[in-house]
């Protein structure tokens, strides 16, 4: 091949390759446009989640407690529901404990002043008289039916519904149902169980254990509903005896429970599962009097609540007439005038071990309800 040849084989080979380069910063160009354009859909989709989420803010709805125990378990609650959430959330108490109602909700507005409506939900387990009366009153809003404590609604003076403060919000309020016997809460129950048998340091047969489940009782008849369908849910899955007991306001009784428990059936072991939502002077003092497993004079200070279980062999006997000493008029778990006649009835005998488990508190199933709830409201 000739030098004119070679040059102009040069000449060709360096055009193709400007060629190719041209082509392929073209194809750089217009995808990197494609890329653009799409991470700027993108980031508008997220814009408009974000500003929609902006219009609303999650309340969630606690009784309060003078002890720390329930104060905690909502401050976990609202923790893990934000950390799966994302939500703005705040926790208001009924009473006793802050920040109030009132408060979280100014709380909420401060935090974002774009919120339109504020979802709220009573974390309760069953609807009752806080649920339907209370907290709507509280919030501005009718009470879904008539106060049996006043029917005519005129309070007096010393009623804490006297005292409240008054909601500065003036946008929408949709007060939502509280838990319910959702079907998680029986796989709650199960895990409890298990880890209250495998914290025992007493091996006993199946046969030989029997299981009560303690509701706190009402004079509405929600309480019973709910209790009663937990019940029915999980007996339907157990294979252990299992029995039903309201603390107070309804029968039967805890004792009663275990008296017809122990007639029907021979049995080893009793594991209690107090089905409340957070720990407090029930689930501490009450509940333990009632059962005879309460130390130290009815001191719940010593009494170890956060243990998996609480384990006794014990042999006692409560006739019918014992009376519960941890009172209400003594106390006053509820205070501002909340006026239960607290009926606990006898005291329970049952010769064996009792297992008392923690109540169902900020396990992560409750979490999941409370998010399904209101993702249902959104």
């Known amino acids: 091949m000739d030098s004119n040849s070679n040059q102009l084989s040069k000449i060709n080979s360096t055009k193709g390759i400007n060629m190719l380069d041209s082509s392929n910063s073209k194809l750089s160009d217009s995808n990197s446009h494609i890329i653009d354009s799409y991470s700027k859909t993108i980031d508008s989709y997220s ?3 974000d500003s929609y989420s902006e219009d609303f803010g999650i309340l969630l709805i606690s009784h309060g407690s003078s002890l720390p125990y329930a104060e905690k378990t909502f401050k976990e609650i609202h923790k893990k529901f934000i950390a799966k959430t994302g939500y ?7 009473k006793v404990a802050e920040p109030s109602i009132s408060q ?4 909420l507005t401060n935090n974002n002043m774009n919120i339109k409506k504020i979802i709220a939900m009573p974390v309760f387990l069953a609807p009752g008289i806080h649920t339907n009366i209370d907290i709507p009153i509280i919030l501005g809003l009718e009470p879904k039916e008539i106060d049996p404590r006043c029917p005519d609604g005129n309070y007096p003076n010393n009623h804490y519904l006297k005292e409240i403060e008054k909601v500065n919000f003036n946008g929408e309020i949709n007060l939502i149902n509280c838990i319910g016997p959702d079907p998680m809460i029986i796989d709650i129950i199960h895990n409890r169980i298990k880890s209250a048998i495998d914290n025992s340091d007493n091996t006993i047969e ?8 303690v509701s706190h009782g009402s004079r509405l008849n929600y309480n019973r509903e709910f209790i009663t369908e ?10 252990y005896t299992v029995g039903q007991g309201f603390m107070e306001l309804c029968e039967p009784t805890i004792a009663q429970t275990i008296d017809s428990m122990t007639k029907e059936k021979d049995f080893d072991r009793l594991i209690v599962v107090p089905v409340f939502l957070a720990p407090g002077v029930h689930t501490t003092r009450d509940i333990p009097g009632i059962l005879g497993i309460l130390k130290d004079n009815g001191n719940e200070d010593s009494h170890n609540h956060h243990s998996n279980s609480h384990s006794h ?4 006997s409560h006739n019918s007439s014992h009376s519960h000493s941890n009172n209400h008029d003594s106390h006053n778990h509820h205070s501002n005038n909340h006026d239960h006649n607290h009926t606990h009835g006898g005291g329970a005998d049952f010769d064996g071990e009792i297992l008392y488990t ?4 900020a396990d992560d199933l409750i979490i999941e309800i409370i998010k399904q709830r209101i993702e249902n409201e959104i």
Not at 104 to 107: H, L, S
Not at 230 to 239: G, H, I, L, M, R
Not at 358 to 361: Q, R
């Open 47 to 49: 814009d408009a989640i």
């Open 313 to 316: 062999n014990h042999n006692h």
């Open 104 to 107: 979280a909700i100014t709380n």
């Open 206 to 213: 199946e046969e030989k254990t029997a299981i009560l489940l």
């Open 230 to 239: 937990v019940y029915n849910q999980y007996k339907t899955q157990a294979s």
């Open 88 to 94: 703005t959330t705040e926790v208001g108490y009924m």
């Open 358 to 361: 923690e109540p169902l508190g």
